[in-house]
């Protein structure tokens, strides 16, 4: 079982150019999640998507966008990087149709920006 | 707005022995679901155990279970018989419900477990 997959798993950027995280889920679930984790923080909501065709913004969205491509695909972009957002990246997915159900996460994406 | 404390950045427990990590949350909301999440060095997220607020009865799943105190808001998670394996980074999470597709999670900042031999 796939689950939730994340590509790629590691990406090295330079300063200003621009990236995109994919994020596949192959659970049929509605919601779809993007975090950041950064050490001493603990795991922060960028964006999130409730359902297909809706996109909403999490804690930390700034310097970064995100498209519902479909029911499966959410994807992260980062249109010009920074040093500030080097971090590791986690989507998530779950299924909303009963709220006690939990997120499962991908394998997550290592990105540093120099 | 939902907040999530684990005030023990760093924990450690000897093989078989019991041990607990401490999480408390502040929410407005009546209903609400709370999780417990463990990281291993793999940086895989993976589910240990859930509690609804609106149970009483603590959730157990094997040799995990949690206290949940409402009225305290309070929610730790105890290990019973810690094994070699159990060694991560546990995070403890929030999920409000206010109706509507709002699933999202609030996370604490983690607790560092090690387990000795």
């Not at chain 2, 589910?47 to 949690?66: C, W």
Request: glycine residues 6%; positive net charge.
């Amino acid at each position: 079982n796939a689950g939730v997959t994340q590509t790629p798993k590691f990406q090295v950027l330079k300063t200003g150019q621009s990236m995109t995280l994919q994020c596949a889920q192959d659970m049929n679930h509605n919601s779809m999640y993007w975090y950041r984790q950064d050490p001493g923080m603990g795991l922060r909501l960028i964006y999130y998507s409730a359902s297909e065709g809706t996109t909403d913004k999490g804690e930390v969205p700034n310097g970064y966008n995100v498209s519902r491509l479909n029911k499966r695909e959410f994807s992260l972009r980062l249109e010009s990087a920074a040093p500030s957002q080097t971090s590791v990246y986690f989507c998530a997915s779950s299924d909303n149709r009963g709220s006690n159900q939990p997120q499962h996460f991908g394998d997550g994406t290592r990105l540093s920006i120099l | 707005a939902q907040t999530v404390t684990q005030s023990q950045p760093e924990m450690s427990v000897q093989e078989a022995e019991t041990v607990t990590l401490s999480c408390t949350y502040d929410t407005s909301e009546s209903d609400y679901y709370l999780f417990w999440y463990k990281q291993p060095p793999s940086r895989q997220m993976i589910l240990v155990i859930r509690q609804e607020a609106y149970k009483q009865q603590n959730a157990t799943e094997n040799r995990f279970s949690v206290n949940f105190q409402k009225a305290a808001k309070s929610f730790s998670l105890k290990i019973s018989d810690s094994q070699l394996g159990d060694a991560a980074m546990y995070f403890c999470a929030l999920r409000g419900y206010s109706g509507g597709s709002n699933y999202k999670l609030t996370f604490g900042k983690g607790t560092l477990l090690t387990v000795n031999p």
